[in-house]
């Protein structure tokens, strides 16, 4: 039958049908892949029961894999329950039991519960993620994803010139920060420093522009503060409302692909202190800082 690639919802959410990840895509299945997440910010792939090993080898066709660090997580690498080139998002500590109520860990990654795009707070941010679905709980634990595009494309020409220009700071100091999250130690705030990354920014395939918000934004340069998180609020308000989003009620064995130059995400709640949901996220680096643009 072959690769095929249908809409879920126009210009933003696409389905492929016809291939199995498992096995190595020929060129011409995966240019089906590389075309429809180009086309799409988001892209769902149903029925993949794939290994950590075969998510990795799918993620290096879209290139080099940023691998999960010290930058990007309080968990120590002797803490890890994955091996090196997979994030974890689970709710389970390294020995596959579920995180306790007050756990450090479990209090950090209630962080992955607001709007975010994926490595914001690193220099060079990532460019696509891929989410694989390896137990998913019955009811809740949806992932919602925002049309970052669209929400530019709705601005006013006035907005456009305004924020064009603009610079923002990212760090994950200021998302845990918005949780009441700030008991961080001397190694994760030097781990967390903030970055810089460019408020509006044109993607490198397709020129389109849009908007580049996250809760890792928390200043923009040259802005008093209070000013500053009056705007990313109002703008993030906006760009998050119901017409820019789409909800994905994940199914076992799903594999998703997002494109995080041009969509942010969020988690949603579940029974986490009794249900499991493993997901397992491979990561494609980003190729220069978005202040270059």
Known sequence: MGAKVSAVRPDFVGEISGIDLCEELSQEEF??????????????????????????????????????????????NSDR??????????????????????????????GNRLWHSDSSFKPIPAQYSLLSARTVPAVGGDTQFADMSAAYDALSSAQHAELETLVCLHSL???????????????????????????????????????????HAGEIVGWPTPEARVLLMELNEGATHEQFVYAHHWRQHDLVIWDNQRTMHRARPFADKSLVRDMHRTTVAGLAPTVEQ
């Open 31 to 76: 240019a089906v892949v590389r075309s429809a997440v180009a086309e799409y910010g988001v892209v769902i792939v149903r029925d993949q029961h794939i290994n950590d090993e075969q998510q990795a080898r799918f993620t290096r066709l879209f290139g080099a894999l940023e691998l999960p660090g010290a930058a990007s997580n309080i968990t120590q």
């Open 81 to 110: 329950r994955l091996g090196a080139e997979i994030a974890d998002l689970s709710n389970l500590d390294k020995d596959g039991n579920l995180l306790v109520g007050d756990a450090r860990q479990r209090m950090f990654n209630l």
């Open 173 to 215: 100091i200021f998302s845990r920060g918005l949780l009441g999250f700030d008991e961080l130690s001397a190694s994760e705030l030097a781990n967390f420093k903030p970055v810089k990354q460019s408020l509006i920014r044109a993607h490198p395939l397709t020129g389109r522009k849009s908007l580049y918000l996250s809760a």
